[in-house]
C-alpha cells in the first residue's frame, strides 16, 4: 500500500496564484522526486532532491527535501493554465520509487 | 528509441482472456519498471528488471500477473484470465540505473476489461 500521504488530494486556484503541495512518510526516503502527469500521458520527472534540508528550483518551481528525509514541499509560483495536471511525490525506497497518491491541480483563468 | 514506447496505447477485452502488454524501454537503459494506476489512484508498483532479471516481482498482484524481458530491451507484462478489477493504466518506465534519477516513463496502456 502507500506509504507517502500527498495533500491536497485537488486543489482549484486563480491563475497568477503560488501553489504549495506537501508529502510525508513515516520512513525515511534518501532521494524525493516530484512529478507531474498530464492527461493520457505518463508522469514527467519535475524535480529531484537527493540531500536533507536541499532546496531545488526548476523554473517557477520550488522544491524542498525536509531535514528530516519524511517529507518534502513542492511550490508553483504565478500559476498558468498549463500547470493544470496530477503531481505525485516519489520515494525511493530500495531499488523502486514508491508514488503518493497525487494532488490534482485545476487552474481557473 | 527517443522515449519509453508502449503498445498498445488502448486495449478492451473480455474478462477471461488473456492480453499482453509491451514496453521498448529508451535505449541503453538498463533498468526497466512496470507500474499500474487505477482510476484517480496513484501509482502501483509491479515489477522491475535489471538487465533481463526481476529482482523484485513483489508487487505482482497475483500468479496471473507474468512479466520477462529479452535482450535487455522489450518487456512484455501478461496478464491471464482477465478480471475486471484488472482494469487500469499499465505504465511502463525504464532509467540508466536504478532509479535514483527519476525514471522516464511511457504513456501507458488503457486496459479495460468488459
Known amino acids: 500500500g502507500q506509504q507517502l500521504n500527498q495533500s491536497p488530494q485537488s486543489m482549484f486556484i486563480q491563475e497568477g496564484e503560488d501553489v504549495s503541495m506537501n508529502c510525508t512518510s513515516s520512513s525515511i526516503f534518501n532521494t524525493w522526486l516530484w512529478y507531474k502527469q498530464d492527461p493520457g500521458e505518463g508522469p514527467v520527472l519535475l524535480i529531484a532532491l537527493y540531500k536533507a534540508g536541499e532546496l531545488t528550483s526548476n523554473g517557477r518551481l520550488t522544491a524542498q527535501f525536509g531535514i528530516t528525509r519524511k517529507d518534502s514541499f513542492l511550490n508553483i509560483s504565478a500559476s498558468i493554465p498549463s500547470d493544470v495536471g496530477i503531481y505525485f511525490c516519489a520515494g525511493l525506497q530500495g531499488n523502486k520509487l514508491v508514488f503518493g497518491a497525487g494532488t490534482i491541480l485545476r487552474v481557473k483563468s | 528509441g527517443a522515449g519509453v514506447s508502449q503498445s498498445p496505447s488502448n486495449k478492451v477485452t473480455e474478462k477471461g482472456k488473456d492480453v499482453e502488454l509491451r514496453c521498448d524501454p529508451i535505449s541503453g537503459h538498463t533498468a526497466l519498471y512496470w507500474y499500474r494506476q487505477s482510476l484517480g489512484q496513484g501509482l502501483e508498483f509491479l515489477i522491475y528488471f535489471q538487465g533481463n532479471s526481476a529482482p523484485d516481482k513483489s508487487g505482482l498482484p497475483s500468479d496471473r500477473f507474468s512479466a520477462e524481458r529479452t535482450g535487455g530491451s522489450v518487456s512484455t507484462l501478461t496478464i491471464q484470465r482477465t478480471q475486471q478489477e484488472d482494469s487500469a493504466v499499465y505504465l511502463c518506465?525504464?532509467?540508466?540505473?536504478?532509479?535514483?534519477?527519476?525514471?522516464?516513463f511511457g504513456s501507458g496502456t488503457r486496459l479495460t476489461v468488459v
Open positions: 518506465a525504464s532509467s540508466l540505473g536504478l532509479g535514483g534519477n527519476g525514471y522516464t
